[in-house]
């Protein structure tokens, strides 16, 4: 009876060890960077492959990324990416699976536009006129026709859910134009004033409209830029806009959260040094293909780590190239990518109605002016909400003023009325977006087999959805390379 006890022991023992060399060893993934792109990067990988994929996200700075908020009295106020639109259906979905509000940006607010700085191009202060009138009084029939051209982009743009659902993938940014809309990979390639002068629209609404958006969101004039993230800042207009109850931020950091608490999902505090690829001489060494350098916060040490894929998650751009080496230098050497840099600049006091010869009641009612003059020292000021959805009467008045320098207190005065209650609060610089041109060079999305770069999108256009997109595209991307079927679905968006 021992003997056989003994066989059948040998028996399970030989059945449990060959079930383990049996078992499929899990891919291992560093995502580089904890904002939007590198969370939701995340998100995607476990969602594509479950637990069979073991990932370490390394950020050394603050979770978010570009999105944060800053505090005045107890109250919080969106600093970085601001606004989303209601047609992103991506951060929709992480508000909701996170359990986050969504508070809704006013459709209108009542403001001037001005191209010196004191004299009145355009204004929505009327009590007794509706805006819609006072725009098509001023620009005719340029504003019926934005609204129809741009709903028609908006729906070609939009195709990319369904796409995503149903397992199709772009290995370049112009595929991701071309597939979408023909227009928008050729848009890239000329001025947005350009494009929109060949499609018909006149000189006031550029000069005016279309300048004063480019500006407002990525601090770049429709002379600068190429139109495609000119038509992303126009496709704002008219639209029901929106943000996330307590801030922005908590989107990445809450799908972190979530991220931490799955199997094999590490968070390390460091500052990736170097990325390059391992070429292994002996066939039979399993180790990652690609050797990622990192210091950890507080450190002096430098760790190497094998991975088998790596995500680059945050802007590569030559002021950093030298923060961050990538072996594959050439892919990113051979062109000039820059970020824009902009001030934030946040403020309490009341502004200087006087130079533009407003009434007090008028003055009262102003929420923003917007400066149409690329060559002035600011883009916009405008009058915050709150995003923890404060009661009651707060008790300072809070604006926020874009411009691409800092701003002297000579320059505040010119804006704001020069008393005591006028006070700078915080100005926050940042390179937010690109530096677009025309024809618009891109960085590659795979810059190699094993190294992945989500901020690529970027360079179509900047913005939280965008990073969101490429994340899936990205995680799809390596559930291929991997022989995993990917989850399709066989619904359909309905806009």
Known sequence: ???????????????????????????????????????????????????SVAITIYESGQTGGRLKTVNVDGNEYEAGGSIIHDKNLYMKRFTDELGLKRLNVPSSMSYITTNDGSHTLFSTLSRFIPDIFIILWRYGFDAVRLKFWLGNKLSNFVRIYDYQDNGRTFQTVDEFLQMLDQEFSQSTQTSFRKY??????????????????????YDQSVDSMNAFPGLVSLMASGSTLWHVKGGNYLVPKQ??????????????????KSIAEVHRKDADDQGGNIRLSYQ???????????????????????????????????????????????????LSGKLNCQIYNLTTSECQRLNAIFYTNPSLPYRSVSQLQTVNDAKGKLPKTVYKVFSPEKLSTSDYKRIFEDDDKFQLLEDIPWLAYPKYDYPQKVPPIEINSNTFYVNAMEWSASCMEIEAISARNVAMLITKKLGVPLKRSDKHVEF
Request: hydrophobic content about 45%; charged content about 20%.
């Open 296 to 346: 950890p916060a507080n450190s002096e040490l430098v760790h190497a780590v094998d991975y088998d894929y790596v995500i680059v998650a945050f802007p590569l751009h030559r002021d950093n190239r030298n923060d961050f080496v990538i072996q594959t230098t050439d892919l990113f050497n051979q062109y000039d990518y820059r970020m824009q840099l902009t001030h934030a600049s946040f």
């Open 196 to 217: 929109l002068n060949e499609k018909g629209f006149g000189k006031l609404f550029i000069d005016e409209l279309a300048q004063m958006a480019a500006l407002v969101n």
């Open 1 to 51: 009876m021992m003997v056989q006890f003994g066989y059948v022991f040998l028996l399970i023992v030989c059945v449990s060890v060959r079930c383990e060399q049996d078992e499929k060893p899990k891919t291992h993934v560093a995502i580089i960077g904890a904002g939007i792109g590198g969370t939701s990067a995340g998100y995607w990988l476990k969602h594509y492959l479950n637990d």
């Open 255 to 272: 799908l972190l959260d979530r991220l931490l608490k799955q199997s094999d999902v590490q968070y390390v505090n460091g500052r990736v």
